[in-house]
């Protein structure tokens, strides 16, 4: 959460910064702010508020040129969205400016140890750093002082770092939260995704954690906290300007909606050569000795999860679990005697799954990461990590890399079965009749007829439910509807209760063997008056039913109920006229616990 950009080199530092502020913006948008070098005053300027960064742009039209500056949006946890508490921060004499993405959990230990003398002006508890590194460079060398303020912190931290006396070089650290530094011929550029670097960056370098940069115009040079010089290794950055614009569409939501088809293809690619698949046999022997799987995830990873859960148990005979990272990280469950973690995450760098991680490494089990993001912490710190291939996912709501994970999932456990049937095949089947719906989807319509309440269900079973799930969350988090995904079921043990006239509710039916059981419940929530709409594939459609899908492999059903659900939400958010990409107290990739 929170998005940071720095830069230092001979060009305009505040459109390198401002740009890449408005690609990171789905990190954090409670508030935006820049830090530029005033050559005439001979000071760093400071401009911060509350809101967007188009905000931070119009109020910095006329701030003059800079070949140095640091940047930020911000995603609240210590005090409130205010003007104070909008990054950069200072320390007491305005000597030091910083930026912070991460939470310090010793703050206010640090602050009473520490800095009982000092004034503060925010609520934060980066103003900390600030404040610390300012009491310590009254005696030690400037990056002394900074390494040693680092080694005092816990918690996590993506920093940058600059100098009111030094105006030539830019300080960098991080912990626990992504930091790239890339490189062009025009200068160095700091930042916490790939993302903002397109343009400016012919190649990147991620930094690994305790790493310490001090960038000047002309190089770069890394350290450990020790000040023992590390290795660093450009990669190119192969992403471009498609990846990281709407292109035609007028939300990112749709225009990742609208990639799943080649999403899905991408990954076959990538999966496979012919009918060879490119998986490391050893990622596939692990799993198949393995006595028990954990798959560990949050929110629609986890939804995912659950799918891979049912594929993997239905063509083997590896039982798996599936758990909400937070619950698992400090519950303790009993854990098999060979097991395997795989770590579904979109972004690498969910916080409670870092925390499942780094117990699972104390443990010294295995684990495998399945991610969007390949140079992510979580990639990183896994025994083996397996890449998603989804292209930049840039709304909040996650839609395709969604479609990416239950492919992944689908694949593995496809490569460890009997392979009764073709997979490659079958996925290219989901993918052309995913683009067939889309091509003539009318969600809108029906979005405007019914979903005009304050609430409303999802029912399924089997696979279905695990998409109902998603489909609930997908749609509240957009539309801010409040919404349940229910094993239809279930609906009658309790939950029936809330159903009134006109309640909409929302049925998920891909099953042929289920179809019946569905349907009754449908009955059952329509004499108590609920209004009822049915997304059912070919072999399950009845008279009356409003959203029909061409039949897919029974195991890939996920893949395409999910899209009219993506578009529900959608357009339930659109009529709403809501922020579609950047829902309210949300951000992207949630890097706190
Ligand atoms: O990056 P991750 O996949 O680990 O993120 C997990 C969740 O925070 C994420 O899926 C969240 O639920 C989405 N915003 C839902 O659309």
Redesign the pocket.
């Known amino acids: 959460m929170c998005g940071i950009v720095g830069f230092i080199g001979n060009q305009n530092a505040k459109e390198i910064i401002l740009n890449g502020l408005t690609r990171l913006e789905y990190r954090g948008y409670d508030s935006a702010g820049l830090s530029l070098f005033n050559n005439r005053y001979q000071i760093f300027d400071v401009y911060k508020d509350e809101g967007r960064v188009q905000k931070l742009i119009d109020s910095t039209l006329n701030a003059p040129f800079s070949n140095i500056g640091i940047g930020h949006t911000r995603w609240a946890t210590h005090g409130k969205v205010n003007q104070e508490n909008s990054h950069p921060h200072y320390s007491q004499t305005r000597r030091f400016i910083i930026v912070h993405n991460g939470v310090i959990e010793n703050y206010q230990q640090l602050k009473d140890q520490y800095l009982s003398k000092s004034n503060f002006t925010s609520d934060t508890d980066t103003e900390v750093i600030a404040q610390l590194i300012e009491t310590f460079a009254q005696t030690l060398h400037v990056e002394n002082a900074i390494t040693t303020t680092l080694k005092l912190l816990h918690g996590s931290y993506a920093l940058l770092v600059l100098d009111s006396n030094d105006p030539e070089k830019i300080y960098a650290a991080k912990y626990k939260s992504p930091l790239i530094v890339g490189h062009s011929e025009s200068g160095i550029t700091i930042a916490s995704d790939l993302m903002a670097l397109v343009g400016y960056s012919d190649t990147y370098h991620a930094l690994e954690d305790k790493s310490f940069v001090v960038a000047r115009r002309e190089d770069v040079k890394i350290f450990n906290l020790d000040h023992v010089p590390l290795d660093i290794k450009f990669k190119p950055i192969e992403l471009d300007d498609s990846d990281t614009t709407k292109g035609d569409y007028p939300h990112y939501m749709m225009k990742e909606i609208h990639e799943q088809p080649s999403v899905i293809r991408r990954i076959i690619t990538n999966y496979y050569d012919k009918e060879q698949s490119l998986i490391k046999p050893e990622i596939l022997s692990v799993m198949r000795d393995s006595d028990r799987i954990y798959i560990l995830?949050?929110?629609?990873?986890?939804?995912a999860g659950l799918v891979g859960k049912q594929l993997i148990e239905r063509l083997t005979s590896i039982p798996v679990e599936v758990h909400i990272?937070s619950e698992f990280a400090y519950q303790n469950p009993l854990i098999s005697k060979n097991p395997l973690f795989i770590l579904?995450?979109?972004?690498?760098?969910?916080a409670?799954?870092r925390a499942c991680l780094v117990s699972i490494n104390e443990r010294n089990y295995r684990s495998l990461t399945i991610?969007?993001v390949p140079t992510s912490t979580?990639a990183r710190e896994a025994t083996y990590f397996l890449e998603l291939y989804a292209g930049p996912e840039i709304?909040?709501?996650?839609?395709k890399?969604?479609v990416a994970?239950v492919s992944v999932l689908a694949i593995l456990a496809y490569e460890l079965s009997t392979k009764s049937f073709d997979l490659k095949k079958e996925m290219s089947i989901a993918a052309t009749s995913m683009e067939h719906f889309l091509e003539s989807e009318k969600i809108l319509d029906i979005v405007r007829l019914f979903l005009t309440r304050r609430n409303c269900f999802f029912i399924g079973r089997g696979l279905d439910y695990c998409v109902g799930l998603e489909a609930a969350?997908?749609l509240k988090?957009i539309s801010y509807i409040q919404t349940e995904g229910f094993a239809a079921g279930e609906l009658k043990h309790g939950t029936i209760a809330l159903i009134e006239d006109g309640t909409p509710v929302i049925a998920l039916i891909s099953d042929p063997k289920i179809n019946g059981n569905t349907r009754s419940n449908l009955k059952e929530v329509q004499s108590r008056g609920a209004y009822t709409f049915h997304i059912v594939t070919e072999s399950c459609k009845r008279d009356g039913d409003e959203v029909i899908l061409e039949d897919v492999h029974p195991l890939l059903t996920p893949l395409v109920m999910v899209v009219p659900t993506q578009l529900i939400a959608y357009y339930a958010a659109l009529e709403r006229s809501y922020d579609i990409d950047k829902p309210r107290n949300?951000a992207?990739?949630?890097t706190v616990e």
């Open positions: 995830a949050a929110g629609t990873s986890m939804h990272a579904v995450t979109q972004s690498g760098e969910t409670d799954l991610t969007n979580l709304a909040v709501a996650s839609t890399a969604y994970q969350l997908k988090e949300l992207k990739s949630v």
